[in-house]
């Protein structure tokens, strides 16, 4: 185990003696490309990986959007990306704005588009959000395509609306076929929909929605896959004029009755809305935990949806007739501390209450969000949603349906996203607006001879460096996330050699960064305990 700190130490230093270059991508990128780790990169406007060409992205890797140019990555058809991130070290893409002033729509988003089945009647449509009207088109009928992979991913402070109903979304998949691999992604502070699937057969595991605007998860025009273990996390005081929902699907813009029919099947989410109780002030543009309508089968199962002004709109004619003849199924899932739990379009008899609480569907309904005894749901900065022991969040699952029994799912015992396993731990961030994303050794010109030692580190690192001229410098660790583990430090220091000992006994086993600061910038070095 040693030696193999030690080798792991050795790559770390290898990757740390650089500094990272700032690389500015605009256009087109019309051949196999890979972007690493060591390396920053900046999208200047639309860039579209075209050509059937394929974008490689290293973990750890860092994507920048330009606010000025609404810089933004399209994959288009036949084109690949493969967004490589692990649990330690995921691929971030986020804002190109300064520390402490990255807000909501930053930048575009990622865009992958793909030749799987839509609902339009011509077979293919150009994605919205002023996309280039060829390079945008997405569609076909292939159910395979295969557009990548991406695999722990961030997407923060995306989210542009150039006009209404004419957005980026932070991840928006276009006919993306169920060939692409899409698992462990969170989408940040999005400014408009955090997921937003048009058509396609693409299946997902492990989202995030975070503090988004508009929507958490939209499905339309014809989308069929399969969402499992999925979270939502949304901001009391935050929503779009358009109207916030967890879950909004349509079959169409019009509710048409196009095949193939919108007919997503979801399992195992978690929709923690913006009530916290009964009294919390709210945005007054939230509106529903799941909006379903305009001729969409989608479906819910396992799941658990809490804090909504309504819990369940099912809405419209052709939906009600889905319910009332099973293709479109609540089931084994939650509603906790919404104001109203049902709602059906205006004008309607049905019984939609009687519907949910059909005693084969075993739903539940909770009075108030602490009923499911998830552990801290609400805080922001660090949320825990897994259920505490006494939960009964943690039994009622159930995959007997049809649209279950499929190899994609997995058949657990717990409703809701989250059993006794965190899957969000390491590489998912909560507090993107504070991250420096520094991972290497920016230059100092105060600042040289910079030792740390041991590294490894077991109860102390020393740290030792020379500095030009007489200096006031803080130091810091962090963790992957980016959240301070130590307290910060300041001191003023004579030119020199200099030398200072971190207590890092406390520490538990993983990977930290120790920064060093003065008025010019700031070098930081990768620690492993």
């Known amino acids: 185990m040693k030696k193999l700190l030690l080798i792991l130490a050795m790559i770390a230093s290898t990757f740390l003696t650089k500094a990272q ?6 256009g087109d990128i019309t051949s196999n490309t890979t972007w690493t780790r060591n390396n920053q990169y900046v999208l200047s406007g639309f860039v579209y990986v075209t050509a059937n060409a394929e974008l490689i992205i290293e973990s750890g890797t860092i994507i920048k959007g330009d606010k000025a140019t609404k810089g933004s990555l399209i994959i288009t058809r036949g084109s ?7 649990a330690t070290e995921p691929v971030i893409f986020t804002s190109g704005e300064p520390l402490g002033t990255r807000t909501y729509g930053d930048w575009g988003g990622l865009i992958i588009l793909g030749r799987a089945p839509i609902n339009d009647p011509a077979g293919e449509k150009v994605i919205e959000g002023g996309i280039d009207a060829v390079k945008g088109l997405y569609g076909g009928t292939d159910v395979s395509d295969n557009s990548g992979t991406l695999e722990f991913v961030r997407i923060e402070f995306p989210g542009i609306a150039f006009q209404p109903n004419n957005e980026i979304n932070g991840l928006t998949c276009g006919g993306v076929g169920n060939g692409t691999t899409i698992n462990n992604i969170q989408v940040s502070y999005s400014g408009d929909d955090s997921y937003e699937f048009f058509g396609g057969t693409v299946n997902c595991k492990n989202l995030i929605s975070y503090r988004g605007v508009d929507d958490d998860f939209d499905t339309d025009f014809g989308f069929s896959g399969n969402l499992q273990f999925i979270v939502a996390l949304r901001d009391s005081n935050v929503a779009d004029v358009s109207g916030s929902n967890g879950f909004e699907s349509d079959n169409d813009a019009t509710g048409s009755l196009n095949a193939p029919l919108t007919h997503a099947t979801v399992s195992n989410a978690t929709i923690i809305g913006p009530l916290v109780n009964a009294g919390t002030v709210i945005n007054s543009n939230y509106k529903r935990g799941a909006h379903i309508r305009r001729s969409s089968q989608e479906s819910l199962y396992n799941s658990i949806i809490t804090g909504y002004p309504v819990g369940l709109f099912i809405d419209g004619t052709n939906c009600e007739t889905s319910a009332t003849a099973g293709d479109l199924e609540v089931k084994n899932t939650v509603l906790a501390g919404c104001l109203t739990n ?7 008899a049905w019984d939609l209450a009687g519907w949910y609480g059909t005693g084969l569907f075993a739903n539940e309904i909770q009075l108030n969000v602490s009923d499911i005894s998830l552990t801290d749901p609400h805080n922001y ?48 961030n909560w ?42 410098i803080s130091y810091v660790i962090k963790d992957l996330s980016g959240r301070e583990v130590s307290l910060k430090n300041e001191m003023n220091l004579n030119a020199g050699l200099n030398s200072f000992s971190v207590n890092t006994s406390e520490l538990s086993k993983g990977i930290y960064f120790l920064s060093i600061s003065t008025h010019a910038g700031e070098k930081t070095v990768r620690l492993i305990k």
Do not use: C, H
Not at 394 to 420: E, H, I, K, Q
Not at 439 to 445: G, K, Q
């Open 21 to 26: 270059s700032i690389i500015t991508v605009s």
């Open 80 to 86: 690949k990306i493969f967004a490589l991130g692990n």
């Open 381 to 428: 900065s660090s949320p825990n949603f897994l259920p505490q022991m006494s939960s009964s969040m943690l039994f009622g699952a159930d995959f007997l349906s049809t649209r279950l029994t499929n190899s994609f799912f997995d058949a657990v015992t717990y409703r809701g996203a989250f059993g006794s396993i965190d899957w969000t731990s390491g590489w998912a």
């Open 342 to 348: 049902f709602a059906v379009a205006s004008g309607s």
């Open 431 to 472: 507090t993107p607006e504070t991250n420096n994303y520094i991972l290497s050794v920016n230059s100092i010109n105060s600042i040289s001879s910079f030792e740390v030692y041991p590294n490894p580190v077991s109860d102390v690192v020393n740290v030792k460096f020379n500095l030009n001229k007489n200096e006031s």
